[in-house]
């Protein structure tokens, strides 16, 4: 099976990082530290994205958005090199590569995710990888899929879109392939209604047992 991948939180556990990075921006814009809830920020990055994130707070503590993304970027891009990929997603690649299947990678994030997965010995499982430097249109839109598709001729029918948020899921749908949905906290409560659904990479390698 050709499988193509998310990145952030998919393949590395960065929303810790993400989330400290984002209240130090709140911090540096005075919001006071006790009006920040984490968890409510992790969940709006889950569910929904960083620019939902940054919308919904720029405008809840009447700051401006660009100030606090500009901010947040400064704080994630010195710390991000620093996450941990998630448990067996290591396996997975191997094992789809010995298989017979390939992996793809298709991400927001630009070519810093090389650079990790490389970091991470990871890079090698990969046929090609599509990151924001291309500027292909963002998920949920399948642009970018379909570009992985044709140029790589992938057989929607042998192919499975890994990802852990509902935008993933319409994007592999809007490409007509199926998706895995990858929920390691329970959060997602809007799935898209994926194919598969997994909180650990260890249920993925036994489906078929």
């Known amino acids: 099976m050709d499988l193509i991948w998310d990145f952030d939180g998919t393949i590395m ?7 400290e990075a984002f209240v130090d921006a709140l911090i540096d814009m005075r919001i006071d530290e006790f009006e920040i809830d984490d968890y409510e920020i992790n969940q709006v ?3 929904h994205s960083l620019a939902t994130c940054v919308q919904k707070y720029a405008a809840h503590f009447n700051i401006d958005s660009d100030t606090i993304n500009d901010k947040y970027r400064q704080y ?3 710390n991000v090199k620093d996450a941990n990929i998630f448990m067996n ?6 094992q789809n590569v010995d298989d017979g299947g390939r992996n793809f990678l298709l991400t927001h994030r630009d070519d810093d995710a090389i650079a990790m997965l490389e970091d991470a010995g990871l890079k090698d499982y990969f046929t090609e990888m599509v990151t924001k430097n291309q500027a292909f249109k963002r998920k949920p839109d399948p642009e970018a899929v379909n570009y992985l598709i044709k140029n790589n001729d992938i057989n929607r029918d042998d192919c499975m879109f890994m990802g852990d948020r509902k935008l993933d899921v ?3 749908h809007n490409a007509g392939i199926k998706a895995c949905l990858f929920d390691p906290d329970g959060m997602i409560n ?3 209604n994926p194919e598969m659904t997994i909180n650990n990479y260890y249920d993925f390698l036994h489906r078929n047992d």
């Open 13 to 19: 556990d960065t929303y810790p990082i993400m989330v």
């Open 45 to 47: 990055m889950r569910r």
């Open 76 to 78: 994630e891009k010195q």
């Open 89 to 94: 997603v290591d396996k997975v690649l191997a």
């Open 170 to 172: 319409d994007a592999a």
């Open 190 to 192: 809007s799935t898209g």
